[in-house]
T-cell receptor, first 115, second 111 residues
Framework: KNQVEQSPQSLIILEGKNCTLQCNYTVSPFSNLRWYKQDTGRGPVSLTIMTFSENTKSNGRYTATLDADTKQSSLHITASQLSDSASYICVVSAGYGGATNKLIFGTGTLLAVQP | SQTIHQWPATLVQPVGSPLSLECTVE??????LYWYRQAAGRGLQLLFY??????ISSEVPQNLSASRPQDRQFILSSKKLLLSDSGFYLCAWSVPAGAHFFGPGTRLTVL
């Protein structure tokens, strides 16, 4: 069964600190993995997308890693800001590309950055 | 640039009433279109996806239906709402195998 699990479920950190969010998946065939940021009451916004051959992808203060052997990904946030408070969703695409690919969504990690 | 619109932003409807949520995309042609529902504390659940006009695939059996009357218009409907239809509904578009771009969402409360 295709599954995406994220940890922790929620996290509270102080402004300026770093944090790392985890994503473990059992998805086959693996196509790509994406991290989304979802502000409360808004639609998710894509942060990074990584294919099988990519180990690291950065987007500003966000750095995603992918270990295809252990089927794990992490999202590292550096020097957190209050605006980083949101839900971070790991999404794995299963398939061989095209319209038949299915997205498997994690339930997200709720991050709260406090001043 | 591409933009995606959803309306209304919030909706409160009584049980048994009809529903119509609309989604439109600008700045792209022949996108894949999706309807997702996000229940409180739950992950996103794909409801419908469409790869072209009048081409709709349903992912889960339910009380809802979808239609795509135009290339960049996607409508989510119900003839009679249930309490369990409450949730946050998100429309999204993508190119095949590409990242999803989500709309702002509609918060539906069925009373």
């Amino acid at each position: 069964k295709n599954q995406v699990e994220q940890s922790p479920q929620s996290l509270i950190i102080l402004e300026g600190k770093n944090c790392t969010l985890q994503c473990n998946y059992t998805v086959s065939p693996f196509s790509n993995l994406r991290w989304y940021k979802q502000d409360t009451g808004r639609g998710p916004v894509s942060l990074t997308i990584m294919t099988f051959s990519e180990n690291t992808k950065s987007n500003g203060r966000y750095t995603a890693t992918l270990d295809a052997d252990t089927k794990q990904s992490s999202l590292h946030i550096t020097a957190s800001q209050l605006s980083d408070s949101a839900s971070y969703i790991c999404v794995v695409s299963a398939g061989y590309g095209g319209a038949t690919n299915k997205l498997i969504f994690g339930t997200g990690t709720l991050l709260a950055v406090q001043p | 640039s591409q933009t995606i619109h959803q309306w209304p932003a919030t909706l409160v409807q009584p049980v048994g009433s009809p529903l119509s949520l609309e989604c439109t995309v600008e700045g792209t042609s022949n996108p894949n279109l999706y309807w997702y529902r996000q229940a409180a504390g739950r992950g996103l659940q794909l409801l419908f996806y469409s790869i072209g006009i009048d081409q709709i695939s349903s992912e889960v059996p339910q009380n809802l239906s979808a239609s795509r009357p135009q290339d960049r218009q996607f409508i989510l409907s119900s003839k009679k709402l249930l309490l369990s239809d409450s949730g946050f509904y998100l429309c999204a578009w993508s190119v095949p195998a590409g990242a999803h771009f989500f709309g702002p969402g509609t918060r539906l409360t069925v009373l």
